[in-house]
């Protein structure tokens, strides 16, 4: 489904959520490049929450760049289906073959990303959605991450902050 018609869908629970998918909107009418990698406009990403099988266990990577504990995901490189680029970017950061909950968005984060090189600061708009794998096959980490991790639910919040704690809170 494309992110347009995803976005119209999405289920507004507070102002946090209104004001990312107004300003994701906005971002898409103005921006004709939203899905090119381009830290001059900002771009869209994609991300997996995933969750073991079990569902108390959420997958997390160190990112080395950013020296965080994230949820796996990444630049869409001009793919459009942003579910797709979650899917991949889960695989090839995990090695883990995850099966997605349902087409819908689970959130939505907006972002600044720190300058880096010849790269200015900039933008991510993070369109995250949520997976299911099993937490017993072995995890492949790519040189993206320092470290993967199966997180108990009950300790995101302390590991990685509000931003992925926010995919938490959503579970239903």
């Keep these: 489904m494309m992110l347009d018609a995803l976005l119209q869908e999405y289920p507004v629970r507070n102002a946090r959520d209104a004001d990312m998918v107004a300003r994701t909107q906005a971002f898409l009418a103005r921006e004709p490049r939203a899905f090119d990698r381009d830290p001059a ?3 869209i990403t994609g991300s997996a929450f995933c969750l073991s099988d079990c569902g108390g266990l959420v997958l997390l990577l160190h990112h080395a760049k950013l020296d965080r504990w994230l949820q796996p995901g990444g630049h869409c490189d001009g ?3 942003v579910a797709a680029v979650a899917a991949r970017e889960l695989f090839e950061e995990t090695g883990v073959n995850a099966r997605q909950v349902s087409g819908a968005i689970h959130d939505i984060d907006i972002h600044l990303i720190p300058a880096r090189g010849a790269d200015p600061a900039h933008l991510h708009y993070d369109i995250r959605f949520l997976f299911r794998a ?4 072995p995890l492949i980490r790519n040189a993206e991450s320092r470290a993967l991790r199966w ?7 302390a590991l990685a902050g509000d ?3 926010v995919m938490r809170d959503k579970l239903p």
């Design 41 to 43: 406009t900002g771009h």
């Design 79 to 81: 793919q459009r289906d």
């Design 134 to 137: 099993d937490a017993t096959r």
């Design 151 to 157: 997180v108990p639910l009950a300790e995101v919040a």
């Design 163 to 165: 931003s992925v704690a």
